[in-house]
């Protein structure tokens, strides 16, 4: 393979290149072999002159490369119209030169026969154009230098204050060769008042750099006082540091704010600090009750708690525990005291007990099983142990509603057994007892029965006596039957008197006269009620009237509350009317006053801007 560089012949008499000379430091190289790659993107080496195929890159092609890497480049090939433009930059071409001045000015260089006149004369065209341009924007730019050192000739005269006029500025600077570069007065009066525009904004920027500076060594004065904390009361610290310059050279307002932003980040940084004690008390004080519950669960499975147990006589067994001495510390939030957790336990277990005592009696129902004050509680279970839902009972609660249900069982027998006593005492009260009567000789009434009373002989026997006991204090109690049959019959008919209405027994205890007298009384009564019953009517029909005419008059005050209702919103409309018409003036007002103030703004010159600033 032989590489070659190829140069025209125009750039072969333009540069006085000696292409020979060129062509021999060409290296000629004969590459053996070349690169091929098959359809799955493998590379592979064949040689054709000697016909050999290899997958691994011979040695002299790999030199063969890094030759051909390691050969410069051919120089690139300079455009001659832009040779033709820098010489004449080169010769200090100006915008104003004509066309024959430049071409006898570049007419001896080499690059005067490289190029054709016509396009000679488009490259001057195009350098003209340029020239004009860069010639215009560098005019600007000097223009804008001067303007520049004119004011900052200004700012350099120490003579210079605010009251200064112009004639007396421009005297002041007249011997500065800076002054000379503005040519008009207008340009000077112009840029004098600019100078006074910025000399202001510097002042001020100055004023507020120098309070920001006040201000941030009085902030690190107040942070930095050990004495200050959130009771400190900006009257005591203002007095003790009147005499301090820190303090005279920030405003008085600036420095109460400092401090008031100062004791309020005291305040957040109190209030983080309270809100992070607040998170580890929290954490503490749950991770304690989890502790006391730990323990609960502990005596829960020994079986010391129970559903019947009490906290008092379960604090007594854990006074001396580590877990519930934590618990009534002062760090402990008091969310859940010992007693309510230990309850919240206690009532677990009873809704657990509640459970387990519906599956029992549902059991009871099913099987027909009735506890009784007998009844053992191993016979118990093996009449119920066959049910389905008996393995889901707690044997602690099986225990305890066993003991439940029977002492259940014991009070109805009791109450049963009082009721049955009543019953017979009654009984005996309505019997024929005398003195001589005894136990075995007793005859209870047939209509009596009293076979179904759960009543012994020993106890049917001491009612009996207490009866005779009782009868023996009533000075009536005789001897004989018939005596007692009196009585007897007596007691029978004083229950049935009493249930008589007292106007039956009155009325036929009475004689005939009194009856009549009594007849005469009742229609006086009763013409009594009916004139009652008129007067009665007669109010009702004057209270019907009165409701009328208080009727009459809420409408009419409703009527009258209209009216006014109308009147106030006919003021009401009347009074906006009147606050627009005012608004409407104030509008008017407010614009005649802006425009006053505009025009009057206008007519002021710079130099009473000058003086409002002094």
């Known amino acids: 393979m032989e590489r070659c560089i190829i140069i025209t012949t125009r750039q072969n008499s333009l540069y006085g290149t000696n292409l020979q000379s060129l062509q021999k430091d060409v290296p000629r190289t004969n590459v053996i072999g070349k690169k091929y790659n098959t359809p799955e993107g493998k590379a592979y080496y064949h040689n054709a002159k000697a016909d050999q195929t290899q997958w691994d890159m011979p040695e002299e092609y790999r030199e063969w490369l890094e030759r051909t890497s390691a050969t410069p480049e051919a120089p690139k090939e300079e455009d001659p119209i832009e040779v033709f433009k820098n010489e004449l930059r080169a010769l200090g071409m100006r915008s104003t030169w004509t066309q024959d001045e430049a071409f006898s000015a570049i007419n001896p260089k080499p690059i005067w026969s490289a190029l054709k006149l016509s396009e000679k004369k488009k490259a001057f065209q195009a350098l003209v154009a340029v020239l004009k341009v860069e010639e215009r924007e560098e005019a600007k730019r000097k223009e804008q230098q001067n303007r520049d050192d004119f004011i900052k000739a200004l700012f350099d005269c120490p003579e210079m204050y605010p009251g200064t006029s112009f004639r007396e500025a421009m005297a002041l600077i007249s011997a500065d060769a800076r002054y000379l570069g503005v040519s008009s007065d207008r340009e000077r009066e112009k840029l004098f008042n600019d100078f006074w525009d910025l000399k202001e904004k510097r002042d001020r920027e100055e004023q507020r750099q120098q309070r920001r500076q006040a201000q941030e060594k009085w902030r690190e004065y107040v942070h930095n006082h050990p004495k200050i904390t959130l009771d400190t009361q900006w009257r005591t610290f203002r007095e003790e540091s009147k005499d301090l310059e820190v303090f005279q050279a920030v405003d008085s307002l600036d420095s109460l704010n400092i401090f008031m932003d100062y004791i309020k980040e005291l305040e957040k940084k109190e209030a983080e600090e309270f809100n992070l004690k607040k998170i580890e008390n929290k954490r503490k004080s749950r991770a304690v009750r989890n502790q006391f519950r730990e323990l609960l669960e502990e005596h829960l499975k020994d079986g010391k708690i129970g559903i019947k147990t009490k906290w008092k006589q379960f604090r007594e067994s854990i006074m001396t525990e580590e877990r519930y001495l934590n618990l009534l510390g002062e760090e402990i939030d008091g969310r859940s005291t010992p007693?309510?957790?230990?309850?919240?336990?206690?009532?677990?277990?009873?809704?657990?007990?509640?459970?387990?005592?519906?599956?029992?009696?549902?059991?009871?129902?099913?099987?027909?099983?009735?506890?009784?004050?007998?009844?053992?509680?191993?016979?118990?279970?093996?009449?119920?142990?066959?049910?389905?839902?008996?393995?889901?009972?707690?044997?602690?609660?099986?225990?305890?509603?066993?003991?439940?249900?029977?002492?259940?069982?014991?009070?109805?027998?009791?109450?049963?057994?009082?009721?049955?006593?009543?019953?017979?005492?009654?009984?005996?009260?309505?019997?024929?007892?005398?003195?001589?009567?005894?136990?075995?000789?007793?005859?209870?009434?047939?209509?009596?029965?009293?076979?179904?009373?759960?009543?012994?002989?020993?106890?049917?026997?001491?009612?009996?006596?207490?009866?005779?006991?009782?009868?023996?204090?009533?000075?009536?109690?005789?001897?004989?039957?018939?005596?007692?049959?009196?009585?007897?019959?007596?007691?029978?008919?004083?229950?049935?008197?009493?249930?008589?209405?007292?106007?039956?027994?009155?009325?036929?205890?009475?004689?005939?006269?009194?009856?009549?007298?009594?007849?005469?009384?009742?229609?006086?009564?009763?013409?009594?009620?009916?004139?009652?019953?008129?007067?009665?009517?007669?109010?009702?029909?004057?209270?019907?009237?009165?409701?009328?005419?208080?009727?009459?008059?809420?409408?009419?005050?409703?009527?009258?509350?209209?009216?006014?209702?109308?009147?106030?919103?006919?003021?009401?409309?009347?009074?906006?009317?009147?606050?627009?018409?005012?608004?409407?003036?104030?509008?008017?007002?407010?614009?005649?006053?802006?425009?006053?103030?505009?025009?009057?703004?206008?007519?002021?010159?710079?130099?009473?801007?000058?003086?409002?600033?002094?």
Request: proline share 1%; hydrophobic share 20%; charged share 55%.
């Open 339 to 614: 007693a309510e957790l230990f309850y919240d336990v206690i009532a677990d277990l009873e809704e657990k007990y509640e459970k387990d005592k519906s599956r029992l009696k549902k059991i009871m129902r099913d099987l027909s099983v009735v506890i009784d004050i007998e009844t053992s509680l191993e016979g118990f279970l093996e009449k119920i142990q066959t049910h389905e839902d008996f393995e889901d009972i707690n044997e602690a609660n099986m225990e305890l509603l066993f003991t439940d249900f029977q002492e259940k069982a014991k009070k109805d027998a009791e109450r049963t057994k009082i009721k049955a006593k009543k019953r017979f005492s009654h009984i005996l009260h309505n019997t024929k007892i005398t003195r001589n009567t005894s136990w075995e000789n007793v005859s209870i009434p047939k209509s009596a029965d009293i076979t179904y009373l759960p009543l012994t002989e020993d106890e049917k026997q001491t009612l009996f006596e207490e009866e005779l006991k009782k009868r023996a204090l009533d000075d009536d109690f005789q001897n004989s039957d018939d005596d007692e049959d009196f009585r007897s019959k007596q007691r029978q008919s004083r229950g049935s008197r009493r249930s008589r209405s007292h106007s039956r027994s009155s009325s036929r205890s009475k004689s005939p006269a009194k009856r009549d007298d009594h007849k005469k009384d009742s229609h006086k009564r009763d013409e009594h009620k009916r004139d009652e019953h008129k007067r009665d009517d007669h109010k009702r029909d004057d209270y019907k009237r009165d409701d009328y005419k208080r009727d009459d008059y809420k409408r009419d005050d409703y009527k009258r509350d209209d009216y006014k209702r109308d009147d106030y919103k006919r003021e009401r409309d009347d009074y906006k009317r009147d606050d627009y018409k005012r608004d409407d003036y104030k509008r008017d007002d407010y614009k005649r006053k802006r425009k006053e103030d505009s025009d009057s703004s206008r007519k002021k010159s710079r130099h009473s801007r000058r003086d409002l600033y002094l």
